[in-house]
Every structure is written in C-alpha cells, then in structure tokens.
C-alpha cells in the first residue's frame, strides 16, 4: 500500500485574500439578499448614531434655550422623544432582519459548499484516502465548516455594519467638531497599529490549531475503529500518551492563538478609555476657552459618546477579525481538498447492454439482456463498433510503484481466459493486491500494458470497467441500512427477488431469514451485530446481485473459522461458475482448482503453473503447501 501521509501537512496559510474572494463567490446567488442586508444594516447604523447624538442635541436645541427664555416647551421635547423612539424601533427591527436574513445565507452557502466538496471526494484516487486519515478528512467537513458559518452568519454582517457605522460616525463627527477630529485621529491610528500587531500573531497559530485539530480527528477516528486491537495488546496506556502528545500540540496552538485574541478586547478597551479622557480634556478647554463658540457644551457630549460609538466597531471588527482568520484558515483546508487532482479518466469506451445474434453481431440494447459488449465511438467517422465483453484479461510486462524510486511490481506477464480461475499466492506485501488495483484502475501503471477483451483498459472509461468487475474484499464494508439495501447496493435497480436470489446463490438467505426482521433487519456501525462470516456471505450476494462477468476476491475467507469458510466457499463457488475469476488467498486449499496459480515474491512472479504442476516442480508453492514454511 502507498504511505501514509503524517497526520497535519504542514500546509501554511498561502494567500487569505484569495481565499476570502473565492469564498465570497459562493454568496452571488444571494445578491439581492445581500443589498436588502446592506440597506438594513445603514438604517441601523443611522439608528445608533441618531441615539448617540440624542442627548446633545436634547441639551443645545430644547434645555438650554428654555432655561435662557425662562419658559417651558414640554411638547416640542415630546415630539422629539417620539421621533426618536421611532428611530429606534426601526433600527431594532432592521437589525433583526439583516441578522435573520444572514442565517438563511449562511446555511445556503454552507450547503452549496458541502455538496462542492462532497462531489469533488467523489472523484478523488483512491491514493488520496490512502495518504490522509479519515480524522482529518471529516474535520473539514464538520469543524472547518463550522468556522465557516459562523463567518458568514456572524463576522462578515458584524464587519460590514460596524465598518458602515464607522462612515456614519465619522461624518457625523467632522461636522460636529473638526478640531477634536484631529485629536482623535492620532489615538485611533495607535488603536489600529495595536491591533493589526495582534491579529497578524494570532493568525498563523489559528492556522496551527486547525491543522492540529484535524490531527487529534484523524487519531480519535483510528482509535475508535480500532479500540479491539487496543485493548487485546492492552495498549490504553500507550494510546492515551500519544493522544496527550497530540492533543498537547493542539493545547498550545489554541492557548497562544487565543491568548492574543482574547487580549484584544481588553486592550482595546483601555485604549478607548484613554482616547475618551484625552477628547474630555480637549473639548473641555475648547468650550470653555471659547466661550461656546468653537464648541457648545451639548456638542461635546455628542463628540464625547460618538467616540465611544466609534471605538465599538473598531473593537468588533478586531474581535471579529480573529474569527476570520480562523475560519480561511478552515477554508484553505476546504480548498485544498477541492483542489486536489481528480481521478484522470481519458476512456472513450463505455460498457453497455447488448444482444448477440447466433451469427456472433452484436447490438446495443436499452434493456439488461445478460449480455454486455464495449462501445467503440470512432471520431474519425463518427461510426461506432462493439467488442463483447467476455473477460479476456492480459497483463503485460506491467511495472509500478506508488512513489517513485519504491518500486512494487516488476515486468508482471499474465493472461485470463474467459472463464478461468487465476490465483495470486504469496506473503504480505508481494504485490498481490496491487495487481486487482491495478485491474480496477484505481491506480495507473507505468509501464506495460493491461488489455480487457484486447483494448487496452486505459481506453476504458473507469467506471464502466469498474461496472463489469465484481469485488469481494477480506475487509467487508456494510452501510447503515437494511440487509436487503445492502445487498441492492451491487445493483441499485435490482428487485428484492433479484437480491434474495443473490443471497440464496451466496449462502446467505439462511440466516437472513433467521434475523429478528429478516431481509429488513437494519444494520448499523458496519454489521457489528452479525458475524464475520455473516458479514462477507452478504457482501458476496451484494457482488452477486450485480452479476458481473469478472470476479476479484481478495482474501475473503481468510478471518474467518474452517466451518464458516466451507460456506463461504460454496457461495464463491456458485458466484464464479462461468465468470473470469482472480483470487488471492492466504489458504491453499481455496486455490487448488484454479486454471492457474501465480506465486509472487517481492513484486515478481516466481512461479506459475496448476496446482499439480507447482507441486511437481517441487519449489516455493509445493513448499507452501506441505508447510516447509508458511505465509506471512
């Protein structure tokens, strides 16, 4: 198998303007929701601002004109009170609008996002989920995601009604006093330098924190699946040090990206109450040196809280801040998978229904025939030709390895006939289940030839080929679902008579039958409920209900006890008749009716020949069989 890549790549923040552009293309859909936000967020903005410049106004235009004139005007101050209650109450309710709207968009985008990269998964090489763990691989799917949604349904409407409220104050404070402005532009420029320091150190250890938690996912996730193996070696100690290691590493990365983050807001806060002091001694000897000429008393108390307004969405944008670089530091792992390679298929030749007519033409057919046959486009002429399909399968002088300079077969020579058994024997690691991945094309090889039918199988597109081949493997994977689903999962079409008589030609409907509900028993945590050789008798009807004219079975019967294996055997035996057939087997005995026996050696076939024929020759194979040494 390939290496596995160390758990976290690595991989550093590489361009987070980009990533938030390309994040944003994923809300054009929304547009006119977005513009509706925007408009609502101003109105709130105003809203604030309105009510922060109440009291002053209240004090220049209503309560000092009356205590000069001696007379009192409670309506005129009524009338205002009312108009700015109104204000209120309309900023109350945009808010809650734009925020309710931003949840909709949010979830939309997180959706969109998911089936993106759902889909993209779909297309990956086998060799990506060979090299990351399946830990890191959902984290992005669960807590980089996460990070994403809370961006859009809170940062970026928190960003953008702060950033339009500081428009608003900002106008609102140059026309109320331009000189204390100045003042104020010096002690909001040490805010922001303060705060671009921290949010810059924060950044690249939230990125170290997502690529730590996708480390912790990926050992928790292992462990989980395999907490048997644990506790037979009684490994829990040893388990819980790595484990603290990991999580140690994912401790520290959190503590020092939250520590500056967390220091910000108190930072800022002191920061505000000192430009607030430096304003109130300025304004005071501006009004009183001037004699309320330059500035009125009531218009220093609106400065005065408008500063404070003004310093609030500084302090929200800073806060928020943190949360965005955490969530493109989330999005650049979502990226990256999007990002990756997908599965090269250049096949042209498709795999369809077909009719043979006693004079051998075949015709394609809209129906299940039983037959199959190769379509052949030719753009040439634009006329098709058809090959039928009948499990001639050659191997020549193929060579590969899954990383360069690691070779794992060499110059590998074989032939199936249509209908013939090809066994592969040999230890761990001699390359016999590399030779079935490279039949399905789960990995290309690199050089050599590999014809299915005499076309060359990289003609083929990979998942008609991969429809013609059935699969059996010694790891037997069961879905949450019903017994009757997964066996229909070979065959999606397939009708429950078709799957029950998959499962009476596997072995299998005896016991099903004698399941609590039968065929519609559900199934959870991979058929933790049922047997091992319960297991694979329903993954060998799932091969059978599909009913493919090529058969791969790797190691399937070799976890599992001598009575169970009879059985098993008996439903293989049923499931082979009349197909092209590759075993691998760690037991002789399931073999030694094989056409041909392939004894593999470090990537090299040493032996080939029947079982008779091998044991004549008196070599590896016949000293396998008579135990002179055994397979490991």
């Given at each position: 198998m390939p290496p596995v890549r160390p758990r976290g790549d690595g991989r550093k923040a590489r361009n987070p303007k980009k990533t938030l552009l390309r994040l944003l293309s994923y809300m054009r859909k929304y547009i006119p929701i977005l513009v509706l936000v925007l408009i609502c967020i101003g109105v709130t903005a105003y809203a604030q601002t309105r009510s922060s410049t109440a009291l002053g106004n209240l004090v220049d235009d209503y309560l000092l004109p009356m205590v000069a004139s001696g007379q009192a005007d409670f309506a005129a101050i009524g009338q205002f009170l009312l108009h700015l209650a109104a204000v209120l109450v309309l900023g109350v309710f945009c808010a809650w609008l734009y925020n309710f709207l931003m949840v909709s968009v949010a979830q939309g985008t997180q959706k969109v996002i998911r089936d993106e990269m759902f889909a993209k998964m779909q297309k990956l090489p086998l060799r990506y989920f060979d090299q990351n763990t399946a830990g890191n691989i959902m984290s992005r799917y669960t807590s980089d995601i996460d990070t994403l949604r809370q961006m859009v349904s809170q940062s970026i409407p928190q960003c953008a009604s702060s950033i339009i409220t500081l428009v608003v104050v900002s106008v609102k404070l140059i026309t109320t006093s331009w000189i204390l402005c100045l003042v104020m532009v010096f002690t909001v420029f040490v805010i922001v330098r303060v705060t671009?320091?921290?949010?810059?150190?924060?950044?690249?250890?939230?990125?170290?924190?997502?690529?730590?938690?996708?480390?912790?996912?990926?050992?928790?996730?292992?462990?989980?699946?395999?907490?048997?193996?644990?506790?037979?070696?009684?490994?829990?100690?040893?388990?819980?040090?790595?484990?603290?290691?990991?999580?140690?590493?994912?401790?520290?990365?959190?503590?020092?990206?939250?520590?500056?983050?967390?220091?910000?807001?108190?930072?800022?806060?002191?920061?505000?109450?000192?430009?607030?002091a430096v304003?109130?001694?300025?304004?005071?000897?501006?009004?009183?040196?001037?004699?309320?000429?330059?500035?009125?008393?009531?218009?220093?108390?609106?400065?005065?809280?408008?500063?404070?307004?003004?310093?609030?969405?500084?302090?929200?944008?800073?806060?928020?801040?943190?949360?965005?670089?955490?969530?493109?530091?989330?999005?650049?792992?979502?990226?990256?998978?999007?990002?990756?390679?997908?599965?090269?298929?250049?096949g042209y030749v498709t795999l369809v229904n077909a009719e043979i007519s006693p004079d051998g033409t075949v015709t394609e057919s809209e129906k299940r025939?039983?037959?199959?046959?190769?379509?052949?486009?030719?753009?040439?002429?634009?006329?098709?030709?058809?090959?039928?399909?009948?499990?001639?399968?050659?191997?020549?002088?193929?060579?590969?390895?899954?990383?360069?300079?690691?070779?794992?077969?060499?110059?590998?020579?074989?032939?199936?006939?249509?209908?013939?058994?090809?066994?592969?024997?040999?230890?761990?690691?001699?390359?016999?289940?590399?030779?079935?991945?490279?039949?399905?094309?789960?990995?290309?090889?690199?050089?050599?030839?590999?014809?299915?039918?005499?076309?060359?199988?990289?003609?083929?597109?990979?998942?008609?080929?991969?429809?013609?081949?059935?699969?059996?493997?010694?790891?037997v994977n069961l879905f949450t679902g019903t017994v009757m689903e997964n066996i229909r999962y070979g065959k999606l079409d397939a009708t429950d008579e078709e799957c029950i008589a998959a499962a009476k030609l596997a072995n299998a409907h005896d016991f099903i039958t004698r399941l609590p509900e039968g065929y519609d028993t559900m199934l959870t945590n991979n058929g933790a409920r049922l047997s091992q050789g319960q297991r694979q008798l329903i993954s060998i009807a799932r091969a059978a209900v599909a009913d493919p004219p090529v058969m791969i079975l790797d190691e399937a019967t070799s976890s599992i006890d001598t009575r169970t294996e009879r059985l098993v055997q008996q439903g293989m035996d049923r499931l082979m008749e009349g197909r092209t057939v590759f075993v691998i087997a760690h037991r002789l005995s399931t073999v030694m009716n094989s056409n041909a026996i392939m004894v593999l050696d470090h990537g090299h076939i040493i032996e080939r020949g029947t079982h008779e024929q091998l044991i004549a020759q008196k070599g590896t194979y016949y000293q396998l069989y008579t135990g002179a040494f055994e397979l490991e």
């Open positions: 671009t320091f921290v949010v810059g150190r924060s950044g690249k250890y939230f990125l170290q924190q997502q690529q730590a938690l996708g480390k912790v996912n990926g050992y928790v996730e292992e462990l989980i699946n395999g907490q048997r193996v644990v506790k037979v070696f009684n490994h829990e100690e040893t388990c819980k040090e790595e484990f603290d290691q990991l999580n140690e590493e994912l401790c520290q990365n959190a503590y020092t990206a939250g520590k500056y983050a967390n220091a910000m807001g108190p930072i800022n806060n002191n920061l505000g109450y000192v430009q607030y304003l109130a001694v300025v304004g005071g000897l501006l009004v009183v040196l001037s004699g309320n000429k330059l500035l009125q008393l009531g218009a220093l108390m609106n400065f005065m809280i408008l500063s404070r307004t003004f310093n609030m969405p500084i302090a929200q944008i800073s806060n928020q801040l943190n949360a965005i670089v955490l969530a493109l530091a989330g999005a650049e792992r979502i990226f990256d998978l999007m990002d990756e390679e997908p599965e090269a298929d250049n025939t039983g037959h199959w046959a190769w379509r052949h486009p030719h753009k040439a002429d634009g006329t098709v030709t058809y090959t039928e399909l009948k499990g001639d399968i050659v191997m020549d002088q193929v060579d590969f390895s899954y990383v360069p300079d690691k070779q794992i077969l060499y110059d590998i020579s074989l032939y199936a006939k249509p209908g013939q058994k090809l066994a592969f024997v040999g230890a761990t690691g001699a390359g016999k289940t590399t030779i079935t991945n490279l039949i399905n094309r789960f990995y290309d090889i690199e050089d050599g030839k590999i014809r299915y039918d005499g076309i060359n199988i990289n003609k083929i597109k990979k998942p008609d080929l991969r429809r013609s081949l059935g699969v059996v493997l010694q790891d």
